[in-house]
Nanobody, 124 residues
């Protein structure tokens, strides 16, 4: 599985951005997909995941502002980010997993497939 993320850029506080991640090598409907992020000087952290059955889990810090969705026909997963704040500034990584479960969604080790990051910068 190869994952290619895009859509990052510069935004202002309160703006919206949508990240995209195109998957290849295997249909995205056959595994769970999600997003992690890493802010400058901080550890990488879980953002959101969409399971094969479309059930979703979000980090508390983004709940209500971010929405993860999948278009299996396009093998693409999206992260719609609304009400952005400078705290959302980070490199965002698309991830895929055949084995992630609800209890380990926040563990990087649960995801075998990682895309390259896309940088989101939010200015105040």
């Amino acid at each position: 599985v190869q994952l290619q993320a895009s859509g990052g850029g510069l935004a202002q506080t309160g703006d919206s951005l949508r990240l995209s991640c195109v998957a290849s090598g295997r249909p995205s409907s056959t595994y769970s997909v999600g997003w992690f992020r890493q802010a400058p000087g901080k550890e990488r952290e879980f953002v959101a995941v969409s399971f094969r059955n479309a059930y979703t889990i979000y980090a508390e810090s983004v709940k209500g502002r971010f929405t993860i969705s999948k278009d299996n026909a396009k093998n693409t997963v999206y992260l719609q980010m609304n009400s952005l704040s400078p705290e959302d500034t980070a490199v965002y990584y698309c991830v895929g997993s055949s084995s992630v479960i609800r209890s380990n969604v926040a563990s990087q080790a649960a995801y075998a497939h990682w895309g390259q990051g896309t940088l989101v910068t939010v200015s105040s």
